[in-house]
């Protein structure tokens, strides 16, 4: 199963489609409170496979994340849900042929 099934899951993952942060917070567990909710989070694999940069990306997402968020003000502009809806598989989710992405209007902060 690749990620992008494993992680819109209902049964794991209710309103996968939600963007719900805090499902990720304390110690979250699965609906069925059985099971941590951090062993079906694979985007970087599990198991013998894992990638061995993993560490470093989540600080590097952090770290880029922060500063974008600081320094810019970013609006999202004629974009919507139907621009990144998955509509097909071809070994990696995809998008519509029609979509242009997400895109974002930015400007400097005035600090």
């Keep these: 199963m690749d ?3 494993m992680h819109h899951d209902e049964s794991i993952f209710p309103q996968s489609y939600t963007f719900i942060p805090e499902r990720w917070l304390g110690n979250p567990r699965a609906p ?3 099971v941590r909710l951090k062993r079906y989070m694979t985007s970087f694999g599990k198991g013998s496979r894992i990638c061995l940069g993993m560490n470093l990306a989540h600080a ?3 770290l880029v994340i922060a500063a974008v968020f600081r320094r ?3 609006e999202i ?3 919507s849900y139907e621009d990144v809806r998955i509509v097909r598989d071809v070994v990696a989710p995809d998008a519509s042929r029609d979509s242009k992405g997400v895109r974002a209007r930015v400007g ?3 600090l």
């Design 3 to 5: 990620t992008w099934h």
């Design 72 to 74: 810019f003000n970013l």
């Design 77 to 79: 502009f004629e974009s």
């Design 108 to 110: 400097l902060c005035h």
């Design 60 to 62: 590097e997402i952090v």
């Design 32 to 34: 069925n409170d059985k």
